[in-house]
């Protein structure tokens, strides 16, 4: 059960991850844009100083909307899966805790590398244009925020499932 608890953030970061990984791709051609615009001997003028600030909006949003989604189902499933441990009378270990971390930042750089050189229609708004950077940097940065996010479900997890002396859980231990 705790296994099964545990290995579910783990599970729906991987898959929110894949199938949202055109916008990460979107993110990545327009952050190259933007530097290609502002470069020494660009012939571009006084576009990047009228459309960058658009520009970095748009690519901010794009990365909020990939790890946004993510990080809320991780959140979500962390919490169910604390409640879970918790009416079982488990506890989620430290060390258990960080092997799924790790399970998933290696899970999703395996993940993307297998993935994003294929075109899969249930990959989500792809752009016709690959990025430039090598798939290993965009597979180790989508690694590290599917360990940061997994992180956080585990310590949520974590702070849900453990107990204080005398039957109180930390949550519950200043209401009566």
């Not at 990025?131 to 940065?141: D, R």
Request: glycine letters at 12%.
């Amino acid at each position: 059960m705790k296994t099964a608890a545990m290995l579910f953030p783990v599970a729906l970061v991987l898959a929110v991850h894949a199938w949202l990984f055109g916008w990460f791709e979107s993110a990545m051609n327009m952050t190259e844009g933007l530097a290609g615009a502002v470069a020494p001997g660009s012939t571009s003028g006084g576009a990047a100083i009228v459309g960058g600030p658009f520009l970095i909006f748009f690519v901010l949003l794009c990365l909020a909307v990939y790890v946004g989604v993510a990080l809320a189902a991780a959140l979500v499933s962390g919490a169910l899966g604390g409640i879970a441990i918790r009416l079982r009378g488990g506890v989620v270990n430290r060390s258990w805790g960080w092997a799924f971390v790790g399970f998933a930042a290696a899970g999703q750089f395996i993940c993307i590398m297998l993935l994003a050189p294929q075109d899969i229609e249930w990959i989500r708004a792809r752009p016709d244009v690959r990025p430039a950077t090598p798939l290993l940097v965009q597979s180790c940065i989508v690694a590290g925020f599917a360990a940061f996010e997994v992180l956080l479900a585990m310590l949520i997890m974590r702070a849900i499932a453990r107990k204080r002396r005398g039957g109180e859980s930390r949550v519950t231990a200043g209401v009566r």
